[in-house]
């Protein structure tokens, strides 16, 4: 298993500006990933972090808008870009542990409101 | 993009009563996990299906992949107040390197 933090664990941020979320695990991971999850819906897969190089990002999603970063197997950042109130969420920092089924472990989340 | 749907939205059930929510992608998958995650919670992982046709139990929950590994289900018998949260299938496909995509989710409720 991997336990993992994320900071912060919420914030409140004025439009235009962004806002980086840090993600850092206690072992080294194979993959992380950063989901958007908006109150009482599904996730959605925002990215893949490669350690390294440049992250893989799903259909509607960025860099510009939502550059990461992962310099090393246990940690990764999240920037949300020049925030509008449609940014507010959820993110969740998600990784993949060496061997095992697959699974998935998450973090808490932060929980961004955009006034 | 790869849809996956899941049914139904919410289920309200009394305690004691058995409880399904079925998983339907557009595109066939490589493997399907199933996840829970509680009110306020993170999602948890629960299993992973890999083959056509696989059955495997978990005490109470019961899962299941179709045939042609484009549905799963979720069986859960004599819920209890304890199961209560949303519970989302994960699919994935190989091609588009392995990630997987979360289900819209059932959200369960269970009345003691």
């Known amino acids: 298993s991997a336990v993992i933090s994320q900071k912060p664990s919420r914030d409140i941020c004025q439009r235009g500006t962004s806002l980086t979320i840090q993600c850092q695990v206690d072992?080294?991971?194979?993959?992380m990933f950063w989901y958007r999850q908006q109150p009482g819906q599904s996730l959605t897969l925002i990215a893949t972090?490669?350690?390294?190089?440049?992250?893989?990002?799903e259909s509607g999603f960025v860099i510009d808008k939502f550059p990461i970063s992962r310099p090393n197997l246990t940690f990764s950042t999240l920037t949300v870009s020049n925030m509008s109130p449609e940014d507010s969420s959820i993110y969740l920092c998600?990784?993949?542990?060496?061997?095992?089924?697959?699974?998935?472990?998450f973090g808490p989340g932060t929980r961004l409101t955009v006034t | 993009g790869q849809q996956v749907m899941q049914i139904p939205q919410y289920q309200h059930v009394q305690e004691g009563e058995d409880f399904t929510t079925y998983c339907n992608s557009s595109?066939?998958?490589?493997?399907i996990q199933w996840y829970k995650q509680r009110p306020g919670g993170h999602p948890v992982f629960l299993i992973q299906?890999?083959?056509?046709?696989e059955v495997k139990k978990q005490k109470r929950l019961t899962f299941q992949f179709g045939e042609a590994k484009k549905n799963s289900s979720l069986h859960i018998t004599a819920t209890q107040t304890t199961d209560v949260g949303t519970y989302f299938c994960?699919?994935?496909?190989?091609?588009?390197?392995?990630?997987?995509?979360f289900g819209t989710g059932t959200s369960l409720t269970v009345i003691p």
């Open positions: 299906l890999v083959k056509s046709g």
């Open positions: 998600s990784v993949r542990a060496w061997g095992g089924d697959d699974e998935q472990y």
């Open positions: 994960a699919g994935s496909i190989l091609i588009a390197g392995n990630q997987f995509y």
């Open positions: 072992s080294q991971v194979t993959m």
């Open positions: 595109t066939t998958l490589s493997n």
């Open positions: 972090a490669n350690q390294g190089s440049e992250a893989t990002y």
